[in-house]
């Protein structure tokens, strides 16, 4: 027997473009259902929010988010959570770095650290904080 541990972002309206973003960034494929289809809401400020969103890449990559409707309580936090994605290739996860960075803050630049060969800290532009590194030797 087997997991996948999977991260699953809340927003609030963003949900579409932070996983079409995800989806130009790492590839795979997009699979997005409204609140309409969902849970059939007929509110036209929510229907078209994502209910459920996920993309999925070759490569492994898995993330799932949705849109928190207005009737429940949403607050992102300062920093709530990071997402860590971790490879052994460098020139993999510098294209993912420099995917992620665009209209993001760079909170620490991916440059070598006591622990790995690459490792760097961002906030994309939905505001969501990645980690990135490199888990072996390879600082190609």
């Known amino acids: 027997m087997s997991i996948q541990t999977v991260a699953h972002i809340n927003f609030r309206g963003e949900a579409r473009p932070a996983l079409s973003f995800y989806q130009?960034?790492?590839g795979g494929?997009?699979?997005l259902l409204t609140h309409a289809q969902i849970y059939g809401t007929t509110d036209p400020a929510e229907a078209d929010r994502v209910g459920w969103g996920r993309v999925?890449?070759?490569d492994g990559f898995v993330i799932m988010a949705y849109d928190v409707p207005?009737?429940?309580a949403y607050d992102p936090?300062?920093?709530p959570f990071f997402i860590s994605i971790s490879g052994n290739a460098s020139d993999e996860i510098i294209t993912y770095w420099d995917r992620l960075k665009l209209d993001g803050e760079i909170?620490?630049?991916l440059a070598p650290a006591g622990?790995?060969?690459l490792y760097g800290m961002l906030k994309d532009r939905f505001g969501i904080t990645w980690v990135l590194d490199v888990q072996?030797?390879?600082a190609r």
């Open 24 to 26: 130009s960034v790492f």
């Open 136 to 138: 072996n030797g390879d």
């Open 29 to 31: 494929d997009l699979v």
């Open 56 to 58: 999925v890449s070759k």
């Open 70 to 72: 207005t009737s429940r």
């Open 107 to 109: 909170l620490q630049d």
């Open 77 to 79: 936090g300062q920093s």
């Open 115 to 117: 622990w790995s060969p």
